[in-house]
């Protein structure tokens, strides 16, 4: 509430007086909230949103994104258990699904020779967790089953990052930190992150143009960065549930270009901005239906030209943003 000090007008300046005090109620309420609305609207607008495949059905719960480095290619994964590909002006190609082997998709990457690894969990034709590793013309090749620790029978993997050298790093939901496996699924290396000395359980895992790691914690709140040599850099983001903190973070996006990093929160339903130190600079989104709103985003990825793409997974939809 804004308290004014008492003003006196006569009864003939009475109408001016009011005219002045509405004005100024305007300035210091009204005009604030515009120019931060402006602000915020001129770095991120909407661009267009995927909901169907290439025969016009519609997509159902899309759970992940990302974008080919290369062809700039665009592959989802969604509820009916199928990787989708678009060109990068969104125009939907094919759809791989059980008769090429594709059952339980989690996500994927695909390296520098085109050739694509896709995370699945169990299925009812395979009983095992594996790595299904398809050639540059998506046809399936083989199966990486990953060993060498204990408990890796029921290493579900869930997010996977492939390297220059074609390693992968392979995240699960409920595993204490990532592992580093060669291209044949050997263990070379468990990165964990600690809080209190305490490891703690990652669920999603990327690089960057420079191959830095990323790794999410949606149960910290926190996001891990190492550099290509595995090496720890810094962390950033803080558990909670207000603007500017992290309640269920599901992936991270980086823009190469602007140095930002944009963090999915399922929880609060927006995208976090944080500057290339760890700074939060501001948010976007919130829970609806409409254009640039999201109802429990889980996945996200930007393109070379700062395009943000965000898996919106209860609005059936991948929505297109752009970054100014």
Known sequence: MINFPAVHCPDTMKSVCIVLILAMLFFLCVIPQGLKAQQVSSVITYQDSMMSDEEGGALLLPSFVYVEPFTKEIYLIDGKSRILIYTPDLFPLYTLGKNV?????????????GSMYVAQAVSENNPKNRISVFNACLKWERDIYIKGFEGADSFTPYRIAADKNKNLYVASNNFHGVLF?????????IISPEEEGKKVTINSVILDREEKLYLV????????IYDQ???????????GGS???????????VDDIKGRMY????????????NE???FIFEFGGRGWGKGWFYHPVNIAID?????????????????????
């Open 101 to 113: 082997g594709v059952e339980a998709p989690q996500g994927l990457t695909i390296d520098r020779d």
């Open 181 to 189: 496996v060669n291209n044949t699924g050997r263990l070379m290396e």
């Open 217 to 224: 914690s949606e149960d910290q709140g926190r996001i891990y």
């Open 229 to 239: 040599d595995r090496k720890f850099i810094m962390k950033f983001g803080e558990k």
């Open 243 to 253: 603007s500017g903190k992290l309640s269920r973070p599901k992936a991270v996006g």
């Open 263 to 274: 963090v999915v929160d399922y929880m609060r339903h927006t995208i976090n901005v944080y």
């Open 277 to 279: 130190k760890g700074a």
């Open 304 to 324: 070379s030209e700062g395009r943000i793409l965000v898996a919106d997974l209860f609005n059936h939809r991948v929505q297109v943003l752009h970054s100014w």
